[in-house]
């Protein structure tokens, strides 16, 4: 698996959008990246995922370099439901396809 | 709620004790992934099925742990004479066929007193 080194943690003001950035310089070409977040003590809950391009669903905003070695998740109006666990992953393309988990972003959404 | 049910949510047993846990995924997912997470770090993976087949196992899954699912639908984790490092969250995940997005479940939490 890619590795993928991530900030430790983070604040963001409420309604403020949130940019948790991600390094996965050694992901293969062929590799996606994939966002989950994990609010305490619940399981981590799927967000996003990309491979090369720019993607968009209704929890958050992927944009991945041209060179793909770094990718950023954006929140566009983070709340405090958002306060959690950020984990960015590059799975494996063959086989098992598990996952290797970080220690993650710990971001934290400020009224 | 993703789908993937476990059961129990919460089990305190004593040292030495025998514990089965229970994962149920989404019922048309074939790949099913446990997991343990401790505190403070992300989940690490313990062992992954394909149908019934358990094709990897971690290095962390000692000999105490064994994990089945019989009939690949749901799995059963079991840890035999559990120790106080045993305790931790127990996540399954399920995802199916060329997919890569798992779906977790909500984990059971163990301690082990």
């Known amino acids: 698996d890619a590795k993928t080194t991530q900030p430790p943690s983070m604040d963001c003001a409420e309604g403020r959008a949130a940019n948790l950035p991600c390094n996965h310089s050694?992901?293969?070409?062929?590799?996606?990246v994939y966002w989950y977040r994990q609010i305490h003590s619940q399981g981590p809950q799927y967000i996003i995922h990309g491979l090369k391009n720019n993607e968009t669903n209704e929890m958050a905003s992927l944009i991945i370099t041209e060179d793909r070695k770094s990718s950023t998740l954006i929140l566009p109006h983070a709340t405090l439901r958002d306060t959690a666990v950020y984990y960015c992953?590059?799975?494996?393309?063959?086989?098992?396809?598990?996952?290797?988990f970080g220690t993650g972003t710990r971001l934290k959404v400020l009224a | 709620d993703t789908g993937v049910s476990q059961d129990p949510r919460h089990k305190i047993t004593k040292r030495g004790q025998n514990v089965t846990f229970r994962c149920d995924p989404i019922?048309?997912?074939?790949?099913l992934y446990w997991y343990r997470q401790t505190l403070g770090q992300g989940p690490e993976f313990l062992t992954y099925?394909?149908?019934?087949?358990?094709?990897?196992k971690s290095r962390l899954l000692s000999d105490r742990f064994s994990a089945e699912r019989p009939k690949g639908s749901f799995s059963t984790l079991e840890i035999q004479r559990t120790e106080q490092g045993d305790s931790a969250m127990y996540l399954c995940?399920?995802?199916?066929?060329?997919?890569?997005?798992?779906?977790f479940g909500p984990g059971t939490r163990l301690l082990v007193l």
């Open positions: 019922s048309e997912h074939n790949r």
């Open positions: 099925f394909q149908n019934e087949a358990q094709l990897e």
């Open positions: 050694t992901i293969s070409g062929n590799e996606y």
């Open positions: 992953i590059a799975p494996q393309i063959s086989g098992t396809y598990k996952y290797i």
């Open positions: 995940a399920s995802t199916m066929g060329d997919l890569k997005t798992q779906y």
